[in-house]
Structure formats: C-alpha cells, structure tokens
C-alpha cells in the first residue's frame, strides 16, 4: 500500500518543506500505483509519466538551491480530457477527436504550469462530458476503486477515480449538470462546482456553455480550496468569467448559528434510505456544531432535469456542430456520395461514425427544439422556467446560509445497469443539476459508506460566489469524522 | 400594364478594424491563405469569443449616422448551417436583438430628395473562403477572412427603380466611407450584397412574392441582376403566370440568376442567444462620446458648398463623391480663398492626374499647401496656366515646392511693364508687314504679333498685359 500517493497536498508539500519528502517520490509513488491499477479501474486517457517524473527532478533541483517554488509545485495532477493541453492529445473520450492535439492550452492548464503542478495524465470521460457513469467513453468504461463492479460516476469519472485509486494527488474536472460532484461522491473525494464565471471556461471543449463550470477534484476541503485559488480569477479571454477577486480568507470551521435550509422536495420518495440516512446524520453533525436547521422549499425543481435537457442539448448541438472532418479530428475517409454536395456527404458520415449514441441523441434533441415552431415552445420556455428555478434559490438563501442535499439518489450502480434507460440515468441528476441551472457554487464531501462499503457523497449549495462558505462548512464536518481519509481497500 | 418593382437591400459591409470581430488576428487583405488565423477564428474546439469593442463603436457610429434607434442592451446569436467556410459550423451574429433599428437614408435622385428606411443594423463574423481549383477533385479553404468583422444592414422595400437603387448604394457607401466605418473597396470585397425584389401592377397596394437574389458583390452586378429578374417577373405577371417565393442566385458571367430554393426548402438557422458573450450594455454616455465625432455627412456638406462657395450642384456633388476630395478642397480654399478656381483646378488638371497615375490625394505627393500656393501664383499672374499646370505635374512626379519648380524652369511670368513695352516694340520693329496687314483690318496679324512678343519673352510674358500694351503700342502708329 503505497501511503504516499493517498496524502492530500497540502500534507505533502509541507513534507517536502520540511525535507521528509521529494518531488520524485511523491510522483514515483502516483505512477506506481497508476501502472499497479490503471488496467483495471481505466482512469487515463493518455499519461505523460517520463514527463512528469522529468519535471518532478527538475523541481528538486530548483528547491535545492533554494529556490522559492508555489505552494502546489509538483503535486501531481490529472486533467479532464476536455481541458486543452497544448501540445497534448485532447480527445473529449470521442472518436471524433481521438488524435486532436491543441496547439493552445486552456487558461486553467497555463495557471497550472505556472504553480509549476505536475500533470500526470488526461482522464477518461463520458464522451464530450454528457453522461453520469463515465460508460459513454469511446477509450472504455472507467471502473471505481471502491467495486471495479462499479461506475465510478461522470462525466468527469476517470478524474474522480484517479484521486480516489491514488493515481492523482489531485484533478480537474468540468460540471455542466453534476460532473464534478456525482463522481466526487461515488468515489468518495471532495469535488467542487465553482459558482458559474469563478473559473475561465477558456480551453474547456464547450458541452453547454451557460452551464459548464471547471473545478477542483481533491482528498479533503483544504486541497480543493487551494486548487480553487490556483484556478479560478477572471479572465479575459472568457466574456462569461466574473472580474471578482476569489476568496483568501483561512478555513476555520466555525459554523455555529450558520443556518442550513433542508429543501423538503429533495428528501422525500425515489431515494436510496442508506443515502437518505447518511444526509441526515450529516445534518446532526452540523447540528452538534451549533448549526441552526431549517426545512425550505424549492418548489421549481421537480421541473429542473427537463428544463436542462432542452438548455443543455440546444447549446451542445450547435457547440458540437464543429466536429465535421474538415479541419481536424476524425474524418471518415470513404464517404459515398450520396446527393449534390460531396461535402455534406462527408460531414454527415464523419459525424456518424465519430460521435457515439448519447452525443448523437442529445444532438437531435437539441437540434428538434431549436427547429422552426419549436424554439419558443421549448427553448424560451426553458429559460423562462430556468429564471423560476433560480428565483427558488434567491429566496430560499434569504432565510439560510447553505442548503444540504444529497449528491445522488443512489450510491454507484453496476456498470451497464442505467445505460438501456437514458432517462432513468438522466434523473440521478435531480440534486446537481439545479445547481448548474441557477449558476451556484456547490461542492460533494465524503459523507460516509453504505454496509457495502460503497461511498456516498454530501451536497452543500452556497449563495453566489460563496465558495468559502461552502468550503468552510464542509471543513466543519472533516474535522469531525474521518470518510474523506479512508481509502478504497486493496489499495 | 404598368410594372412597379419593390426593391429592399440587405448590405454586408467590412469594417475597418485592425483586428478581427472575436479575436486579435488582423484583417489585413491578400496575405497567404490561413495565416491570419488563430485558434479562436479556426473554430478550435475550447476556444471564446470576445467582442472587439471598435466593432462595436463603429457599429453605433453608423446607427447614428443612418438615424437608428440604438438598442440600450445588445445581444449576440448563432447561426447554425453547415458549410465548410464556417469554422465553428454556426455565425455568430444578431438576430433578435441587433445594435440598431428603425433609421433611414436620404439621397437624391434627380432633384428629388428620397429616403429609404432601415429595419436594423447588425454585428456579425465574416466566413473564409472556399477556393475550387480548375480540375482537382478536392476544394481548399482559406480562414483569413473568417471572423472579420461584417455589419449588416437591412433596408425595407422602399426601392422603385434602378436609379434610386443606384443612387441609395452611392449615397450608402459615402455614408460609410465618410464615417470611417469601411473603406467600401469593391475589389477587396468589403460591400456585397442581397437584394430581395417583388413587382405589382402599378397603383396596386398588396405586394407580390419576394424573391431574393443573392451572390452580388458590385453595384453593377446588384443593378443587372435587378433588372433582369424584373424584367424576369414583369414578364410571369404580364402572362399571368404565377411568380414564386425563392432565393435565386446571380451569375454574373452568364448575366441570368438561377433558382437557389423555393420557400418551402428554406432553410432553418436555428436562431439561439450566443451563451459564450453576455449581452452588451450601451449606455448614453458612450453614444453621446461616438455622437461627438460624427463628421458632417456628404448630403449635408453638398449643400453646404453650395450655399458657403457658391458652387454648382454638379461641381459640389463631385467634390463631395469622395471624402478625400471635399476635405482636400476645403483645405485649399482654406489658404487660397477661391473657391471657383479651386474647383476648377482640382476638377480639371488634379483629376486627370490622379486618374492617370492610378493614385488617390492622400498616396499622391501633392498636398493642399502645395496646390494652394500654385494657384496663388495662378491668381497672382506670376505663371501662366500652361506653365501652372506643367508645374502641377511635376509637384505629383517629384513632391518638390511650386515656387521651387517655377524658380527652377524660369516660368516667372513677366507682368513689368517697361519689360513687355521693351518686347512689345521689337515685335513691331521686327514685323513690319504685319502692322501693316492689322493696319488694313486683318485681325489674324494682331495674335501673330501677340505670338511674337510670347516667343520673345520664352512664353513667361503675361498674356493679358501683352495684348493691353500691343493694343496701345500699335495705336501709337
Ligand atoms: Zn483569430
């Protein structure tokens, strides 16, 4: 059991401070225990261990002669592959970009190398990030650490399972509707959604872009925290990015009198009692702490995973519309031609041999409801139930500090157990995507584990901007149990 | 049966920026295929659109310019369609919210004074280009043009003939060239347009089915294309033949449009607000600010040189044609107060010589200061007007000072009297017969004298004052 890869960063960087610990070792230990597990549980797309180890001797070096280094140098980290790495295969876990190389890197990637982080690695995904269980992978399904029987959820499941397999030290990963937060829970690590423009979106392979938000994947509160503050700022170069400052102040974990609004239409029928038993005695935690408990209603949300399949799949259908064989990517070289336009000819094959079933639908759906006579009907509609939704928080904040939910209505499911019945696997997002829709900052903790030693997650939805607080909260309750040090067994 | 046409235009121009409408790339034009091109025009997957703000203050600036409402929030749209120019296979454009509405054109035709009304003006990205080489079996694309900034500007059907067509492009173009807003080369393809054209029997108030043209890239190719789909669609009502709604698309060579697709094939962009720029604000302020720099517009300033230097309206509406000239004119009169041989001057001698030379005013060496100091020795009789314009021609081949020139090829005009008296009696000595000749009324024999006295002085001699003093001189006999 290699210890050294399972350490948060904050722990390791103060080792190698202190003189207990290399760069190297740190990233020796990671790719060890990549090259023991990765056959199995699949959580990279493409790694770069020369590389990364190279980078870990050179940061050595500079701290050998005393050079001042960030705070996160040469923690080693796993990049969703829908990040843009210049230089790097990016291929969004589709065949359509199976051998996309970009000759940019997104701005979250430049603000890494400049912490002088060690990337490891792209992780595997639900192709271009739709999807819960990390199954729709043109590389392969990613398994969990915790029951290889298992999803690890998704989309940004091949990042989460990283963490949690110690295969990262830490990760990023993108969540449009819960990407970050299911698998965070399902894996048992801590995942951040950032409130909507916290983070440049800027080399992110857009999937809904008034809905995708990058954040940290991490072991514990403190590490996503310092990952926040690498990442997130304001960027020119997105016009959707916030020119807010992020939050400096130190995790305390003094909540007492915080009030946290239980929405009472998130705990009633459809969900798991286990899960439903693990919210609660959260809940209790909070509650020792002197943490005032409040039921609050959101009455809109019942319409909330409708209302993201007509926003979601409208702007993915046109955001996707690029992938057409002409400039880059995969292009079916022996297109018939079947009508006048040999170019349509080839568009249209490339996009249906590169795009798997899951893109393919939600293309058609967006494309149906932008159509001619259905646009208002559904589009405008959606929006206007979207403003409703985000209304419902408006007013649910005015009398609480957080709102607690649970991640998922089920701890991980067996692999292809969902993937027959999309709407069944689109409604295990009832409790993310609302979030997503109304642009707040949430964030999954380790809450505990089922009798099947399966894990499951806690939701804390904060007021705008109010990463902090949220963090904070979740601090709180890390202090007061230990689910976010256990490890997957066999590891 | 008398046909009326309804003619409105759609006109896409090129603005004038150095940087594309969503990234920093230039737009500069004829440089290698896909080397003005970055990640954010190449579509990549990742990348973000963000607005070039001088897009947008030229696009306020010809709101205000065409009299538009401007809207206080603006917003971006894609356009979704396929096609292999089309990076991102969507426009990024304006469609439910444009920067301005409802303005309007005034231009003349003839004597009259017509308008024309805007429906909107509106942002939007250029595409690339597609280039089909003779006989390859594959095509090429070049993404230089993609992303430069276009802006749009729709008319309502208010045309009735060629000529106010004709004279609504002009007048349009003027507009924006004046503005700054594009520098309106054809060749460059910074104007091109779509018209869209019914035709009723005259008298009549319902209008027919719109078929719009598209692919016309010169005023020329906008006006034949007109007039042969009107003659196209005269020709179905007069045989009461049904006309029907399309798009037909022009080909030039061949002088004929062609069915594009009917109505019922048109096709379906999938309008949605662009999620990637939030939705502009354009406060009072900064209209007020691009107000301030307005210059005057080429009707006004026509009148004004009327009115200011009683010129004619032909004179004036050539000055005013082109910006550079009506500026370059003012600046002359400016330091030689007079307008009528400015005018002439910059109509008859300045012209040909730009013309000649292929040269505007400004690629040209010659300035105002120069021009005026010439003409002031014009007015002055220090040179005669062959010399001046001799002179003229030299300041264009070498940009050197008139008086230099002047100095230079001793073309000095001789207005001293005692000078030209001295000559004037050679003349005479030298000529007796034909004093005799003026003697007995043969008017021919007095210019012969004049011709005489001019070849004396090497043609530096004031013609006026010669003829004054032969007439004296001759009377003396
Ligand atoms: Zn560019």
């Given at each position: 059991m290699s210890k050294l890869s399972f350490l948060p960063a904050h722990v390791l960087s103060e080792k190698v401070r202190k003189g207990e610990l290399s760069f190297s070792d740190i990233t020796t230990e990671v790719i060890a225990q990549l090259e023991a597990k990765d056959k199995s549980i699949?959580?990279?797309?493409?790694?770069r261990l020369e590389a990364a180890l190279e980078e870990a001797k050179s940061l050595d070096e500079s701290l050998a002669k005393g050079e001042d280094l960030p705070s996160l140098a040469g923690i080693p980290l796993a990049v969703k592959d829908n990040i843009c790495t210049r230089g790097f295969l990016t291929t969004c876990a589709s065949k359509i970009l199976y051998n996309f190389v970009p000759p940019y890197n997104a701005t979250v990637v430049e603000k890494i190398k400049k912490e002088k982080m060690i990337i490891i690695g792209k992780t595997n995904m639900d192709e271009f990030a739709m999807g819960s269980s990390t199954e729709n992978s043109y590389f392969g399904t990613t398994h969990n650490p915790w029951d290889y029987q298992r999803v690890p959820g998704g989309s940004s499941g091949g990042s989460t399972a990283a963490v949690a397999a110690g295969e990262a030290i830490m990760a990023l990963g993108s969540d449009t509707g819960g990407s970050i937060r299911q698998p965070a829970s399902f894996c048992s690590v801590t995942g951040l959604k950032p409130t909507?423009?916290?983070?440049?979106?800027?080399?992110?392979?857009?999937?809904?872009s008034s809905l995708d938000q990058i954040g940290p994947i991490a072991r514990d509160v403190q590490d996503a925290y310092l990952l926040l503050k690498i990442i997130g700022g304001y960027d020119p170069c997105d016009s959707t990015s916030l020119p807010l400052p992020l939050p400096e102040e130190q995790l305390t974990g003094k909540v007492k009198g915080k009030i946290l609004g239980l929405p009472k239409e998130y705990l009633s029928e459809g969900i798991d009692p286990k899960v439903k038993e693990i919210v609660e005695k959260a809940i209790k935690v909070w509650e020792e702490m002197g943490c005032v408990i409040k039921e609050i209603t959101l009455p809109h949300t019942k319409y909330s995973v409708a209302t993201y399949y007509i926003v979601a799949p409208c702007e993915a259908s046109s955001n996707l519309a690029r992938y057409d064989g002409v400039q880059y990517g995969f292009r079916n070289p022996e297109y018939t031609i079947t009508g006048q336009n040999p170019v349509i000819d080839m568009m249209e094959e490339t996009r249906d041999q590169g795009f798997g079933s899951e893109v393919k639908r939600r293309i058609m759906l967006g494309t149906f409801t932008l159509s001619h006579g259905y646009f208002e009907a559904y589009y405008l509609k959606a929006q206007k139930v979207r403003t409703l939704i985000k209304e419902d928080f408006e007013k649910a904040f005015q009398s609480c500090d957080f709102i607690v939910t649970p991640?998922?209505?089920?701890?991980p499911f067996k692999i292809g157990e969902k993937v027959s019945d999309p709407l069944k696997m689109y409604l295990s997002d009832i409790f993310t995507i609302p979030v997503n829709l109304a642009g707040l900052p949430a964030i999954s903790i380790p809450g505990g584990f089922t009798e099947q030693n399966l894990p499951v997650g806690v939701q804390i939805i904060g007021k705008p901007l109010d990463e902090y607080g949220i963090l904070n909260l979740g601090f709180a309750f890390q202090e007061a149990t230990d689910f976010h040090k256990r490890t997957p067994h066999g590891n | 049966m008398e046909i009326e046409p309804v003619i409105g235009l759609e006109i896409h121009t090129e603005l004038s920026t150095q940087s594309k409408m969503f990234c920093s790339c230039s737009t500069r034009f004829g440089s290698s295929p896909n080397t003005q091109v970055c990640p954010v025009c190449l579509g990549l997957p990742g990348v973000l659109p963000v607005v070039n703000e001088e897009a947008v203050r030229i696009g306020i600036k010809t709101c205000l310019a065409l009299n538009c409402k401007i809207n206080k929030y603006t917003r971006f749209d894609r356009k979704n369609y396929y096609y292999p120019d089309l990076p991102k296979n969507y426009q990024i454009s304006q469609q439910?919210?444009?920067?301005?509405?409802d303005g309007w054109v005034e231009f003349e035709v003839g004597e009259e004074v017509k308008r024309v009304r805007i429906h909107n003006i509106h942002l939007e990205e250029d595409a690339g280009k597609n280039v089909h080489e003779e006989g390859k079996n594959f095509s090429l694309v070049d993404l230089n043009r993609a992303g430069i900034p276009l802006l749009e500007i729709v008319t309502y059907p208010d045309m009735h003939s060629m000529e106010e067509v004709n004279s609504f492009m002009n007048e349009l173009r003027n507009i924006l060239i004046y503005i700054g807003a594009?520098?309106?080369k054809m060749e460059e393809g910074h104007l091109r347009f779509e018209a869209n054209v019914s035709v009723r029997r005259k008298g009549d108030e319902e209008l027919g089915p719109k078929v719009e043209m598209k692919n016309l890239n010169s005023f020329r190719s906008v006006l034949q294309a007109l007039e042969y789909e009107i003659e196209r669609q005269g020709a179905r009502l007069r045989r009461g033949e049904p006309i029907y709604q399309e798009t037909r698309l022009w080909n030039e060579e061949k002088g004929e449009s062609f069915t594009m697709r009917f109505k019922e094939e048109a096709?379906?962009?999938?309008?949605?607000?662009?999620?990637?720029i939030p939705p502009l604000e354009i406060g009072k302020t900064w209209i007020e600010e691009i107000k301030a720099t307005l210059p005057e517009l080429p009707l006004k300033k026509k009148k004004r040189f009327i009115e200011e230097y009683g010129l004619s309206k032909k004179e004036a509406g050539i000055l005013v044609e082109e910006k550079e000239i009506s500026c370059f004119f003012e600046e002359v009169v400016k330091i030689c107060p007079q307008p009528r041989l400015v005018v002439n001057w910059i109509m008859g001698p300045l012209m040909r010589e730009l013309n000649e030379r292929g040269l505007t005013i400004g690629e040209s060496k010659l300035t105002a200061t120069k021009l005026a100091r010439l003409l002031e020795m014009v007015k002055e009789n220090l040179i005669t007007q062959t010399n001046a314009k001799y002179c003229l021609h030299e300041i264009f081949d070498s940009g050197e000072e008139p008086e230099r020139i002047v100095e230079k090829r001793g073309w000095k005009q001789v207005t001293d009297v005692e000078e030209i008296e001295k000559m004037v009696r050679e003349a005479i000595q030298k000529n007796p017969r034909a004093v005799e000749d003026i003697n007995k009324g043969k008017k021919t024999a007095f210019g012969f004298l004049i011709g005489q006295v001019m070849k004396l002085s090497q043609g530096k001699a004031n013609p006026g004052k010669v003829r004054e003093i032969l007439e004296r001189e001759l009377g003396k006999c």
């Open positions: 699949n959580a990279y797309i493409s790694r909507y423009g916290r983070v440049s979106r800027y080399g992110l392979v857009a999937f809904a991640v998922s209505p089920t701890p | 439910y919210i444009p920067i301005g509405v594009s520098n309106c096709q379906d962009y999938r309008y949605f607000p662009e999620p990637d």
